[in-house]
């Protein structure tokens, strides 16, 4: 009965209000383009609902962006692997290009939907009885569709980390979304306690960490397809201890800043975040001005040089280069926020270093946990961090036992 109630109020009330607030922004340029984003939704056969057809999906997943859609890929390939079927809605342009990939390769396996905050409805298009949620797309559709009897909603990567650097209260409507779901995966031990103040039971997992792995195990294969220099940067990685290998990935030029001073026996090898060649050539002219003169890697390159410093130009293989440092630094830590810690973490660097705005980062949480990451303000505590001795460390343990118990949790997950 709550379900029905629900529902008639989103589509007595919620909607027409949705559909009202669109005809008033319609010349709003954000809004055009959210509209043009969606109309694909009526077009495309990958997004024609599996009900046109007469069928069900297994499993639908919901996530916001790309970020949110790795978190959850190794779910999705065991699914498909499993030969279910899969609703997949998707809410930013970011992943839409990998979700078509997928679906030309799984057509009739997969279907996808733009995520419909001014077209269709979700419900009116979703056949599949078991939402799996991603972390941030709180809607309201979704808490009322799980309200009727025999569907399951699974909430994947719950953090809490907002809440707590803000000192606010976990809202009611948050509350009410992990009270309806099944199954919670915490991000970290802090949300994980939290949640259990709450009342809420769960497990502290992140499926990401094996999408790495699985990434990690396949790098040599990818390096022959896309990177076929790479034995030859490996005879050049050989001739340097771990310890003095320096990785900067997903760089920005004022990352360079913090690597004025560093010693000349450090190979140091730049992955820039942006390849634009005008990035590059900033790059480039920085290092000069601290007298490494740098050798450009690109797709057209035809050798590697033997050299000390390297501006990599290419894309796609950051995350598989990483197992071949002892020492990463994570770009983004001074502009809006750092990059991927995990790539890094499970690859097995010894020692990773980032810039002060990490706090939106939950996987710098999860290697402050396992203590190895440092954060930097300046290339004095840059050059701090990098004098510090490797050989001890160990790569944490605890990262092979989160990847062992990916079969337990992904069983729970596509169970249905």
Same mark, same amino acid.
Not at 72 to 92: C, N
Not at 94 to 115: A, D, F, M, P, W
Not at 395 to 416: F, M, N, T, W
């Given at each position: 009965?709550?379900?029905?109630?629900?529902?008639?109020?989103?589509?007595?009330?919620? @909607?027409?209000?949705?559909?009202?607030?669109? =005809?008033?922004? %319609?010349?709003?340029?954000?809004?055009?383009?959210?509209? *043009?984003?969606?109309?694909?939704?009526?077009?495309?056969?990958?997004?024609?609902?599996?009900?046109?057809?007469?069928?069900?999906?297994?499993?639908?997943?919901?996530? *916001?962006?790309?970020?949110?859609?790795?978190?959850?890929?190794?779910?999705?390939?065991?699914? =498909?692997?499993?030969? /279910?079927?899969?609703?997949?809605?998707?809410?930013?342009?970011?992943?839409?290009?990998?979700?078509?990939?997928?679906?030309?390769?799984?057509?009739?396996?997969?279907?996808?939907?733009?995520?419909? $905050?001014?077209? =269709?409805?979700?419900?009116? &298009?979703?056949?599949?009885?078991?939402?799996?949620?991603?972390?941030?797309?709180?809607?309201?559709?979704?808490?009322? &569709?799980?309200?009727?009897?025999?569907?399951?909603?699974?909430?994947?990567?719950?953090?809490? /980390?907002?809440?707590?650097?803000?000192?606010?209260?976990?809202?009611? @409507?948050?509350?009410?979304?992990?009270?309806?779901?099944?199954?919670?995966?915490?991000?970290?031990?802090?949300?994980?306690?939290?949640?259990?103040?709450?009342? !809420?039971?769960?497990? %502290?997992?992140?499926?990401?960490?094996?999408?790495?792995?699985?990434?990690?195990?396949?790098?040599?294969? /990818?390096?022959?397809?896309?990177?076929?220099?790479?034995?030859?940067? /490996? =005879?050049?990685?050989?001739?340097?201890?771990?310890?003095?290998?320096?990785?900067?990935?997903?760089? &920005?030029?004022?990352?360079?800043?913090?690597?004025?001073?560093?010693?000349?026996?450090?190979?140091?090898?730049?992955?820039?975040?942006?390849?634009?060649?005008?990035?590059?050539?900033?790059?480039?002219?920085?290092?000069?001005?601290?007298?490494?003169?740098?050798? !450009?890697?690109?797709?057209?390159?035809?050798?590697?040089?033997?050299?000390?410093? $390297?501006?990599?130009?290419?894309?796609?293989?950051?995350?598989?280069?990483?197992?071949?440092?002892?020492?990463?630094?994570?770009?983004?830590?001074?502009?809006?926020? !750092?990059?991927?810690?995990?790539?890094?973490?499970?690859?097995?660097?010894?020692t990773i270093s980032c810039g002060p705005m990490n706090h939106r980062s939950t996987e710098f949480d999860v290697a402050k946990n396992l203590g190895q990451i440092k954060e930097v303000k300046n290339s004095q505590e840059f050059m701090q961090w990098l004098s510090e001795d490797i050989s001890g460390i160990k790569?944490?343990?605890?990262?092979?036992?989160?990847?062992?118990?990916?079969?337990?949790?992904?069983?729970? $997950?596509?169970?249905?």
């Open positions: 009965m709550s379900w029905l109630l629900s529902m008639t109020f989103m589509w007595l009330i919620y @909607f027409p209000i949705l559909s009202f607030l669109k =005809l008033l922004l %319609i010349f709003v340029p954000k809004v055009r383009e959210r509209m *043009s984003f969606e109309k694909k939704n009526r077009t495309e056969p990958g997004a024609r609902s599996f009900s046109k057809d007469g069928l069900k999906a297994d499993l639908c997943f919901e996530f *916001s962006s790309e970020g949110e859609y790795q978190q959850v890929a190794s779910l999705i390939h065991d699914a =498909l692997s499993l030969g /279910k079927k899969l609703e997949l809605v998707f809410f930013s342009p970011s992943v839409e290009k990998g979700v078509l990939e997928l679906y030309q390769l799984h057509q009739q396996q997969i279907r996808y939907l733009r995520y419909p $905050i001014l077209g =269709l409805s979700f419900s009116s &298009w979703v056949t599949s009885p078991q939402l799996i949620l991603v972390r941030y797309d709180l809607f309201p559709e979704f808490l009322v &569709w799980s309200l009727k009897k025999g569907r399951k909603l699974k909430f994947i990567w719950v953090t809490f /980390k907002k809440e707590r650097m803000k000192a606010k209260m976990i809202s009611l @409507f948050k509350r009410a979304f992990l009270q309806r779901s099944d199954f919670v995966v915490f991000a970290t031990e802090e949300d994980f306690k939290l949640g259990q103040d709450l009342g !809420i039971q769960g497990v %502290i997992y992140d499926f990401r960490m094996e999408q790495i792995k699985r990434r990690m195990d396949l790098r040599l294969e /990818k390096f022959s397809k896309i990177f076929p220099l790479y034995l030859d940067f /490996k =005879l050049l990685l050989d001739a340097y201890p771990r310890g003095k290998r320096l990785i900067l990935g997903n760089a &920005w030029p004022i990352d360079l800043d913090l690597i004025k001073d560093i010693p000349h026996d450090v190979l140091l090898v730049i992955v820039p975040h942006k390849l634009q060649p005008e990035i590059i050539e900033e790059m480039k002219q920085k290092l000069d001005s601290f007298g490494r003169t740098a050798a !450009i890697i690109s797709d057209t390159s035809l050798a590697f040089p033997v050299t000390q410093t $390297i501006l990599l130009n290419k894309k796609g293989i950051l995350c598989e280069l990483y197992a071949d440092f002892g020492k990463a630094y994570i770009g983004g830590g001074f502009g809006v926020s !750092i990059h991927s810690v995990l790539e890094p973490l499970v690859a097995g660097s010894e790569v944490h343990d605890r990262i092979g036992v989160q990847i062992a118990a990916y079969p337990k949790y992904q069983k729970e $997950i596509l169970s249905c």
